[in-house]
């Protein structure tokens, strides 16, 4: 299936904790964009959930917004590491941290992109 999205999307493994329904879940992105996040892991919402993120980097830094689910994808936990399970989050309204944020997938793509924190 040819891909529909037309921002530019960089590969990014970092911790992400999430939380809709006055629980805490956590999961890992796997990709990052200007506006938004794909979430790998096993607890999805429904499209349309607004959701508060909170992305950490190896070195502790942090970043936090307001986000709201666009797609879900449900895949069994004995499935994950096969089927990409997870959820696309759009972010809807930055807390904290958004220059972080924009440093994940500069909107330049980079040739040499070794200096993305992680």
């Known amino acids: 299936m040819p891909e529909k999205r037309n921002i530019e999307r960089c590969k990014r493994r970092l911790q992400v904790r999430f939380e809709g329904d ?3 879940h956590v999961g890992f992105t796997d990709d ?3 506006d938004g996040i794909f979430i790998r892991t096993t607890k999805v919402y429904k499209p349309g959930t607004i959701l508060s993120v909170r992305i950490t980097t190896k070195d502790g830094s942090e970043t ?3 986000g709201q689910v666009r797609w879900a994808k449900k895949v069994p936990p004995s499935m994950q590491h096969r089927l990409k ?3 696309g989050i ?3 309204s ?3 941290g958004g220059e972080l944020f924009q440093s994940f997938c500069p909107i ?3 040739l ?4 993305i924190p992680e």
Do not use: I, Q
Not at 112 to 115: E, I, N, P, V
């Open 22 to 24: 006055d629980r805490s």
């Open 32 to 34: 990052v964009s200007k």
């Open 64 to 66: 936090a917004f307001k």
């Open 85 to 87: 399970g997870g959820m």
């Open 90 to 92: 759009y972010v809807k």
């Open 94 to 96: 930055m807390l904290e």
């Open 108 to 110: 330049d793509p980079c």
């Open 112 to 115: 040499d992109c070794d200096d």
